[in-house]
C-alpha cells in the first residue's frame, strides 16, 4: 500500500509541473572558480566556461551539496523542450517511470535512464538527477499531494512543512540552480 501511494504521489506531483527553469540564461559560472573532486584535485568540472560549455556536475559545495547542476546554456535550453509523442516536459514524464520504484537501490539510476532516452541525452546527468530528487522528495515528504498537488498543505509540505522539514523545492534551486514554479513564502 505505501509503494502504491508513493507511486501516486511522485505521479500526481510531477504531472503538475512540479519544477521548471527560470529565463535567466545570464547565471553562469566561470571556469576559473573549480571545484575539488573527489581525489582532492582541483579543476573546472561542473562550471560553465566562456563558451557555455559545462559539464554535468555542478559545484560542490563544502558540504558535499551540489549546485548549479543546471544552470549552463544547454541544459537550461533542453530542460524548457518538450520530448516524445506526444509532447512532454521532463516533469510530466517521470511519473511513467513509476515501476522504477519498486527496486529502492536502483530507483534513481532507473528513472535516469530513462531520463537520458527520452530526453535524447539533450539534459546532463546532474540536471535531471535534480528532478529526480525533488520528485523523489515530494513523494516521500508529502504524501497528501496525492489527492491536489497544487493544494495549500502540499505547497507548504513541499517547503519544508513536513516531519522532517525537509524543503524540496530549496533542494531543487540549490541542485539545479534553476527556479521552480512552486513558490515557497519565506
Known amino acids: 500500500m505505501r509503494l502504491i501511494l508513493k507511486l501516486t504521489a511522485l505521479g500526481m506531483v510531477l504531472t503538475f509541473g512540479m519544477a521548471a ?5 545570464n547565471n553562469t559560472q566561470k571556469a576559473d572558480k573549480g571545484v575539488i573532486d573527489d581525489k582532492g584535485v582541483t579543476g573546472d568540472e561542473g562550471v560553465t566556461d566562456d563558451k557555455g560549455v559545462t559539464d554535468d556536475k555542478g559545484v560542490t559545495d563544502d ?6 547542476s543546471c544552470d549552463n546554456v544547454a541544459d537550461k535550453k533542453a530542460v524548457k523542450k518538450e520530448y516524445g509523442d506526444p509532447p512532454q516536459s521532463i516533469s510530466e514524464f517521470i511519473p511513467s517511470q513509476a515501476a522504477c520504484l519498486l527496486d529502492p537501490k536502483t530507483t534513481k539510476q532507473c528513472i535516469l535512464n530513462a531520463l537520458k532516452t527520452f530526453t535524447n541525452d539533450e539534459v546532463s546527468e546532474g540536471c ?5 530528487d525533488i520528485a523523489l522528495c515530494s513523494a516521500q515528504k508529502c504524501p497528501m499531494c496525492i489527492q491536489n498537488s497544487a493544494s495549500p498543505e502540499c505547497v507548504a509540505c513541499q ?28
Not at 558540504?63 to 548549479?68: A, R
Not at 513536513?162 to 513558490?183: H, M, Q, R, Y
Open 21 to 25: 527553469c527560470s529565463d535567466d540564461d
Open 63 to 68: 558540504k558535499g551539496v551540489t549546485q548549479g
Open 128 to 132: 535531471l538527477g535534480c528532478y529526480i
Open 159 to 186: 517547503c519544508g512543512g513536513n516531519e522532517d522539514k525537509v524543503n524540496c523545492v530549496a533542494l531543487f534551486k540549490t541542485c539545479s540552480g534553476l527556479e521552480s514554479t512552486i513558490s515557497c513564502s519565506k
